[in-house]
Every structure is written in C-alpha cells, then in structure tokens.
C-alpha cells in the first residue's frame, strides 16, 4: 500500500531513555492506562519494521499468560485502535501505518522513518569502518553514543521482548564508550575520555571496563586523589551491589596508581596539598583490602620499633544457624554494620571488607581490653540500628604481629 503523498514526511521514533513518535511535528509519548497495550503493539511493530509478523507471534507477544479469551478478534480490535491513534497523531485519516497481508501484520516503511536505535547501529558501523579516518570514526562512534539517552523502552521493560533487546542495546552502548575512549587514548585526548566514561557511568554504573577506562583517563591527566577516590568508591559499589570481589586487572589499575603517588615529586607544594586532602577525611579510614594489608605491614614494623600494641579486630555476619546468611539479609546487614563501625571509630583506625559479610577493623595504641570495648560498643550500636533477629554478628580480636 503508497501512502498518500499529503502524509509523505517522516517519522521519528526514539526507544532509548523514553518511547515516543513523532508524525508530521506531532510527538505521542508515556501512554498510559487502557492503552498500554496498544502502546506495546507499535512499539513491537516499529522495533520490528522490517519483519511481516504473524498473529499468533502478536497474540504471543501482547497477551503472554493467555489470559485473553478471544484473542484474534481483540489484536483486530488492538490493531484498529493503534490505526486510528496514528491517524490522529499525523493529522491524516488516509494514512495507514500497519499493515496487513496474508495474515501477517507489518509497519508500513514506505514512509521515511528515522528510530534511534538502527541509527545507533548505523554510527556503531562507521566508527568500526577502519577505512575511515581515526576522527571520523570517533566522531561517528560519539554520535552513536549521544543517541542512549537511557535503556531501551525502560516502561515496558516487564516485557521478554524487551528484556532481550534492552539487554542487547546496553551491551552495544559499553561496547561503543570502550571504542571510542580507546581511539581517544590514541590521540591523548584524556579529558574525553573522563568526559565519556563519566557520563556512561549513569547508564552502567556496574561496568567494571568502564570504571577501568576512568581510572585510566583520572591517572593520565595526573588526577592522582580522584583516581584513588574512585578506586575506593568502586570498591565499595562492588561489595555493597555484588558481594564480589573486583577483577585483578582493577587491582593492577591500583598498584600503577599508587607507583604514580609514590614517584618522585619535586614540586612540595604539590605533595602538601596531597597531605592535606589526606588529613582532611573525618572519622576511620575505610579502604579496600589491598591497601589494609599494606598499613598492617607498616604497623607491624612500627610495634616492633616502639613497642605499641595494636589489635586487629574481625567482625563476621552469621544467620542464626552460624551460616552465610542469603544475599539480600546479608547485603542490608552489611551496610548497617559498614555504618556503625565507621561511626564507632576514630581517625587513626583503619577499616577495610574482608568479604561481603565480613570486616577488619586496624585499631592502634590501644590495649586488649579496650578493644573489647570498642568491639562490644559496636555490636550494640549495630543492634540498635538493624532490629531485626535474623543476623548474629561473631567476633574475634587478635593482636598485631611485629615483625623483627
């Protein structure tokens, strides 16, 4: 079926971030209520424009758990509304935006449209063209990123459609940041490259490649305390999402990192102000496991020179019947007790995660007895804030080891 040429302009679909369509200038978006379903037709229709779709695919598609009675005589009626609906948007009651053909229904591409996703699939290609000069392929591969606006159609994301091509997109638009950042390395443009890998940060903010790609951007503009900053941000995220440990490639990141700290630095200034942001964190230090086992070894060579004591304390969330207790009991127990121990503790203690349900609490120029204490204030304090009976907290105190 032509269209009628009255109606001859083109359509603008976006999917990403939020659904809408623009016909004519006329812009549809967040249906809601009685026409969800129709929503859920053109969406299905336009992400799948260039496919003749059968009925019983549709019926599938729209009604999932069959719980519609009569199910080709509703689709009429679904496909009738979704006609009548783009009529009204277009300001054309001759145009006829769905098809049907052999009893298969399709969207009409004799009319230009222009959706955002196939034009990120589009830009991902000409960034990928080698061909091509290495700016045209970032500027290519940044238009590509400036079409994710957000996951794909995230008010239908019940839907296992949707949830196979959200998944599907997501991956094209890391995929597209870590191209593109590395392009950008190759032309030591660094600032883009933090520019980029913040932004996609929002979208993913689980993407361990591209936490990496940040790090590496904050290093390479010499950003040595945002760098660490974030490191230990990450750290936390991971524990606190996961309850996973980070890659050793991240860990690799963080020994370039602290080699970059720990090089010669002429300018004093420059290692005051590095001090002084130090001394300027309130309450325990809490750093990730690396970093502990590095002040340990210090502390043990100090308890050896001065002959101070320092206790290592280590606080381990049980169930009730002394096991791990199950990820989302374990996830909420852990913050609550991240929280009170860093609230319990002074500036010279140190406080990193052994585990997702464990944490190692450094506690210098303190005797054993004080660090029961400290230990048993801790535990109250947690009791008060997570009231539930569900978690029982074990400890164990040890005193640090000198070495000779």
């Known amino acids: 079926m032509q269209p009628d040429t009255f109606s001859q302009q083109r359509i603008e679909v976006n999917m990403l971030g939020e659904f809408s369509i623009t016909i004519n200038g006329h812009q549809l978006t967040n249906l809601k209520g009685r026409t969800k379903r129709v ?38 009626n679904l496909v009738y509304r979704a006609r009548e609906l783009l009529k009204e948007l277009s300001r054309n009651s001759r145009a006829e935006y769905i098809q049907y053909i052999r009893n298969t229904y399709s969207w009409n591409n004799s009319y230009p449209c222009l959706i955002d996703t196939e034009q990120l699939v589009e830009f991902m290609k000409q960034g990928a063209d ?28 019940y839907s296992n459609w949707v949830i196979s091509m ?23 443009r660094f600032e883009e490259v933090i520019e980029i890998c913040e932004t996609a940060l929002t979208h993913a903010p689980l993407e361990e490649s591209i936490h990496k790609m940040l790090l590496y951007g904050y290093l390479s503009t010499g950003r040595r305390n945002q760098a660490l ?9 991971f524990y606190k999402e996961l ?28 290692i005051k102000n590095d001090l002084k942001e130090a001394a300027e964190i309130n309450g325990a230090y809490y750093c990730d496991y690396e970093a502990f086992k590095s002040v340990y070894r ?59 349900t464990q944490f190692i609490v450094m506690l210098p120029l303190i005797n054993y007895e004080n660090a029961e204490i400290v230990t048993d204030r801790i535990l109250q304090r947690f009791r008060f804030r997570y009231r539930r009976e569900n978690i029982k907290i074990t400890t164990r105190i040890n005193a640090l080891d000198s070495q000779q």
């Open 130 to 157: 080698e061909a091509k000069d290495i700016q045209s392929r970032i500027l290519a591969y940044k238009n590509a990123l400036a079409l994710y606006r957000g996951e794909f159609l995230p008010k239908s994301a």
């Open 243 to 270: 309850g996973v440990d980070i890659s050793e490639s991240m860990r690799s990141l963080y020994k370039q990192l602290i080699n970059s700290i720990n090089n010669i630095e002429l300018d004093l200034s420059v």
């Open 39 to 76: 929503w859920m037709l053109i969406e299905y229709l336009l992400a799948n424009r260039h496919k003749d779709i059968s009925t019983d695919k549709l019926i599938e598609i729209l009604w999932p758990e069959d719980e519609c009675k009569d199910p080709l005589n509703a689709l009429k």
């Open 229 to 237: 900053d974030h490191y230990n941000y990450v750290i936390d995220l």
């Open 166 to 188: 959200s998944a599907y997109y997501a991956n094209l638009y890391n995929e597209c940041v870590l191209r593109t950042c590395r392009l950008l390395i190759d032309e030591r």
């Open 298 to 356: 210090i502390q043990a060579r100090t308890v050896a020179r001065t002959g101070n004591s320092v206790y290592i304390v280590l606080f381990t969330l049980n169930d009730l019947e002394g096991g791990v207790p199950k990820p989302r009991i374990a996830k909420l127990a852990a913050e609550r007790l991240k929280m009170t121990i860093m609230e319990s503790l002074r500036k010279g203690d140190v406080v990193a995660a052994y585990s997702n």
